[in-house]
């Protein structure tokens, strides 16, 4: 498999796991994404977006 697809699958589910933890402690998926969209994902891992969002989302 190519390296980009690759990384750009994982990074999909990191997101997807970060959103659907966020959702559960009962923020927005909407609001969720907005903060997001601002976050290099790339680089950060599941409990990393998950602490920028919270961190994010409770300002």
Same mark, same amino acid.
């Given at each position: 498999? $190519? $390296? *980009?697809?690759? =990384? &750009?699958? +994982?990074?999909?589910? *990191?997101? !997807? +796991? !970060?959103? !659907? !933890? #966020?959702?559960? =402690? @009962?923020? /927005?998926?909407? +609001?969720?994404?907005?903060?997001? &969209? /601002?976050? $290099? *994902? /790339?680089?950060?891992?599941?409990? +990393? =977006?998950?602490?920028? @969002?919270? /961190? #994010? =989302? @409770? *300002?």
């Amino acid at each position: 498999m $190519d $390296d *980009k697809l690759q =990384l &750009a699958i +994982e990074t999909n589910n *990191k997101v !997807a +796991e !970060a959103i !659907a !933890a #966020l959702q559960v =402690l @009962g923020y /927005n998926k909407k +609001e969720i994404e907005k903060v997001f &969209a /601002n976050l $290099d *994902k /790339n680089e950060l891992s599941t409990e +990393e =977006l998950i602490k920028k @969002g919270l /961190n #994010l =989302l @409770g *300002k």
